[in-house]
């Protein structure tokens, strides 16, 4: 399963567990350019990434 940025982003927050888990059973995937979008968002913690 390809993961769009966005997706990736919610999966960070806390209140999105059940994402987290519905993402747990698939092997995934994630573009370069997802990525480079993830690591640039502008509310991301050092946490998170």
Known sequence: M???SNTVI???IPEY???RKFL???SLSV???SL???LGYHK???ENK
């Open 2 to 4: 390809l993961l769009d």
């Open 10 to 12: 919610y999966a960070a």
């Open 17 to 19: 567990s059940q994402l």
């Open 24 to 26: 747990a059973q698939y």
């Open 31 to 33: 573009s370069t350019i």
């Open 36 to 38: 480079i979008e993830v």
């Open 44 to 46: 991301l913690t050092p």
